[in-house]
């Protein structure tokens, strides 16, 4: 039982491109999240899903976007690199069926854009 | 609006001292309330969690808080460190009917011999 798998675990991009953050779950949550961690900021939703082709913003969508079409992965897209998007990128789920669930972390996405 | 804040961002203990990692929570409605762990280069895990019934809560590795609605407080305290505590601890809260956490700044706690 893997749960919350996440890749690559290092990535370097240069200002203006672009990449895909993958998130896989094997526990079969309906929810999944993305947050990202800045130091002494705590963690930010981007952006969550509450099931296969349902997805909402979180806190801090700017410059990030989304697809959920299966109930196992939920990839967050990097169109146009900025320095501001420097941060380490966690998904996250959580079964669904109640409001006090647990949420299962991945073990994050180092990314730096320069 | 839902908010958290952790006092301080680093607290150093003695091996075999009390640990205690303040958390005050903001909500207009009966809060849940959680504590994850971070060890470095890893997610978070969940610590322990208060939903409804008994304020005092204990979770793994011997940690436990207790929620504490008159200060709106959920402070974090083990008896005993260990040097394998030494992690970023964060507490969260969320509300009722949404699934949405909202965390603190996170508090880093070093472990010395």
């Known amino acids: 039982n893997a749960g919350v798998t996440q890749t690559p675990k290092f990535r370097i991009l240069k200002i203006g491109q672009s990449m895909t953050l993958q998130c896989a779950q094997d526990m079969n949550h309906n929810y999944m999240y993305w947050y990202r961690q800045d130091p002494g900021m705590g963690l930010k939703l981007i952006y969550y899903?509450?099931?296969?082709?349902?997805?909402d913003k979180g806190e801090v969508p700017n410059g990030y976007n989304v697809s959920r079409s299966t109930t196992e992965d939920f990839p967050l897209r990097l169109e146009l690199a900025a320095p501001s998007q420097t941060s380490v990128y966690f998904c996250a789920s959580s079964p669904g069926l109640a409001d006090t669930d647990t949420q299962y972390f991945g073990p994050g996405t180092r990314l730096t854009v320069l | 609006a839902q908010s958290v804040t952790q006092l301080g961002s680093h607290v150093s203990v003695s091996e075999g001292a009390l640990v205690l990692l303040r958390c005050n929570y903001s909500?207009?409605?009966?809060?849940?309330l959680f504590w994850y762990v971070q060890y470095p280069n890893q997610g978070l895990q969940l610590l322990l969690k208060?939903?409804?019934?008994?304020?005092l809560v204990k979770g793994i590795n011997g940690f436990e808080a207790e929620f504490k609605k008159s200060e709106t407080s959920f402070h974090l305290t083990k008896p005993s460190a260990h040097m394998s505590d030494a992690a970023e601890y964060f507490c969260?809260?969320?509300?009722?009917?949404?699934?949405?956490?909202?965390f603190g700044t996170g508090t880093r706690l070093l472990v010395s011999p």
């Open positions: 899903s509450v099931g296969a082709g349902i997805t």
């Open positions: 208060y939903t409804t019934g008994a304020t």
């Open positions: 969260a809260v969320s509300k009722v009917g949404f699934q949405k956490l909202v």
């Open positions: 909500s207009s409605v009966p809060p849940y």
